[in-house]
């Protein structure tokens, strides 16, 4: 499964082998997975479902563009600190971007202004998840639950498939319900999960310093 997954990494690592041949340096590729990110977000803003097609397809190639920046630090020895938050901070952008650009086209197009709702409740989640690994500073922080025991309550499996939803391979989950034409239905997950997902991870901390 390590060798399958993240299946980004399949799509990601012949670009980078191609980029590396040429003077671009990591941090301009994650400037150029910004703007790709960005331009997603407007057109999934857009009610129409060829422009949410187009959007999803910016947001899939943003996210190779993101495994790429840090393939070719890598590989160039160019990996930074800067780099790193960099690259987290446009991963935020891009997040919350899209879940407020999602909510407002699916009000416009429904004239049901709680999907607007839905996506800002889930773009203030993501906001509160990057502030909190960025306040702790550690690279690893949102990672910390991963880590834990198989879900067994409700909750626990609603933060876990939440968890496996942003990882690496979002941009299929985007692509693939963007051309099934249900693309809604990342809301009322994003709008929950984000929420339960920082507070569990405060739970986590709280548990893990008086142990």
Request: aromatic share 16%.
């Amino acid at each position: 499964m390590s060798t399958l997954f993240p299946l980004i990494r399949h799509v990601s690592n012949p670009v980078s082998n191609v980029i590396i041949k040429f003077p671009i340096t990591p941090n301009q590729i994650t400037s150029a997975s910004l703007v790709l990110g960005l331009a997603g977000c407007f057109y999934i803003s857009r009610s129409g479902f060829e422009d949410r097609i187009i959007g999803g397809t910016f947001i899939f190639i943003a996210y190779i563009f993101d495994n790429c920046d840090g393939e070719v630090a890598r590989y160039k020895n160019l990996s930074t600190e800067f780099g790193r938050k960099y690259d987290s901070f446009v991963d935020w952008i891009i997040h919350v971007g899209f879940f407020a650009a999602l909510g407002y086209g699916i009000s416009q197009e429904s004239q049901n202004n709680i999907w607007l709702w839905l996506g800002l409740l889930g773009s203030i989640g993501g906001t509160i998840n990057y502030i909190l690994v960025f306040f702790f500073d550690d690279p690893n922080a949102s990672q910390e639950l991963a880590n834990t025991s198989q879900p067994e309550t409700i909750v626990e499996y609603l933060v876990f498939v939440f968890r496996e939803l942003f990882r690496a391979d979002f941009c299929f989950i985007v692509l693939a319900l963007t051309l099934l034409d249900v693309l809604w239905v990342l809301l009322p997950a994003a709008a929950i999960g984000a929420q339960v997902f920082w507070i569990l991870f405060l739970t986590s901390r709280e548990k893990n310093y008086h142990e």
